[in-house]
T-cell receptor, first 113, second 113 residues
């Protein structure tokens, strides 16, 4: 059982380039999330999706976009990367109700230079 | 909006010491509450949860009680081990329909032998 998988594991990206972080889960979870983790700031929600075909903005959505064409995949796109987007990105999913456990991927370490 | 405040770290303890990490929350309605743990280089994993007032979540010797009157969910362990060294996150899940998970900033715990 794979659970939730993120790719790539790490990436160095030139400023101004476009980048898509991939996230796939095989648990048939309805809800999926993208967070960024920065030292001293904890985890901040970028975008979320309650179910396939719907997305919502989190706390820090600017500069990022997401899509949810199907249940399993929830890619995060940086249209034109900037150094302030250097961070560790985590994808998470959970079944659908508010008291169920969220499962996290291993993270993508992104450095924008 | 909903928010979680947890004690600033880092926290450094000797093995077998007592641990408390404070967590308070602000939410409308009756959220579910969680503690997640992040070991070095890994994603977050659920440590314990509580879904209603006076519930006690417990796992691996850790405990936390959902206190509605003080809007708190403090994490405790009677005797920590070196292997407990990690970052601990308090989180809540609102029930307002968005199913968002809101995290505190994390508390880094180091346990010395």
């Amino acid at each position: 059982i794979a659970g939730i998988t993120q790719a790539p594991t790490s990436q160095i990206l030139a400023a101004g380039r476009r980048m898509t972080l991939r996230c796939t889960q095989d648990m048939r979870h309805n809800a999926m999330y993208w967070y960024r983790q920065d030292l001293g700031l904890g985890l901040r929600l970028i975008h979320y999706s309650n179910t396939a075909g719907t997305t919502g903005k989190g706390e820090v959505p600017d500069g990022y976009s997401v899509s949810r064409a199907n249940t399993d995949d929830f890619p995060l796109t940086l249209a034109s990367a900037v150094p302030s987007q250097t961070s560790v990105y985590f994808c998470a999913s959970r079944k659908d109700s508010s008291n169920t456990e969220a499962f996290f991927g291993q993270g993508t370490r992104l450095t924008v230079v | 909006g909903d928010s979680v405040t947890q004690m600033e770290g880092p926290v450094t303890l000797s093995e077998e010491a007592f641990l408390t990490i404070n967590c308070t929350y602000t939410a409308t309605g009756y959220p579910s509450l969680f503690w997640y743990v992040q070991y070095p280089g890994e994603g977050l994993q659920l440590l314990l949860k509580a879904t209603k007032a006076d519930d006690k979540g417990s796992n691996k010797g850790f405990e936390a009680t959902y206190r509605k009157e003080t809007t708190s969910f403090h994490l405790e362990k009677g005797s920590v081990q070196v292997s407990d060294s990690a970052v601990y996150f308090c989180a809540l899940s609102d029930q307002g329909g968005s199913e968002k998970l809101v995290f505190g900033k994390g508390t880094k715990l180091t346990v010395n032998p």
